[in-house]
């Protein structure tokens, strides 16, 4: 897991709400020829978010609302990282 502390953003934080304009999925995929990336289905992005970047005990319902809610919201694709070094696992 990679934690990004908020003291690293260079215009500080807010306390007010946000929306995302978009949530990326990066795919290591050596076999690929080159970088490419597809829109991904609302259920299969809610999904995702759910598995890999909520914490479910954090909210109500464990989570699935939010999730459900970002991934209908907003436009998650899946980027593909095409033939790059597979990064390194923190």
């Known amino acids: 897991m990679l934690c990004v502390p ?3 953003f260079p215009n500080g934080v807010s306390e007010k709400r946000t929306p995302l304009g978009a949530v990326f999925f990066v795919c290591h995929s050596p ?3 080159r970088p490419s990336f597809r829109i991904m289905p ?3 992005a ?6 890999n ?3 479910p005990g954090a909210h ?3 989570g699935l609302d939010v999730a459900v ?4 919201r907003t436009v998650c694709y899946e980027l593909f990282t ?3 070094p597979k990064p390194a696992q923190l």
Not at 46 to 51: K, P, Q, V, W, Y
Not at 69 to 72: A, C, H, K, V
């Open 69 to 72: 809610e970002i991934g209908t």
């Open 46 to 51: 809610a999904a995702r978010l759910l598995a």
């Open 53 to 55: 970047t909520l914490n």
């Open 60 to 62: 109500s319902g464990d």
């Open 42 to 44: 609302k259920p299969e």
């Open 6 to 8: 908020t003291n690293a």
């Open 31 to 33: 076999e690929t020829a």
């Open 82 to 84: 095409a033939g790059s």
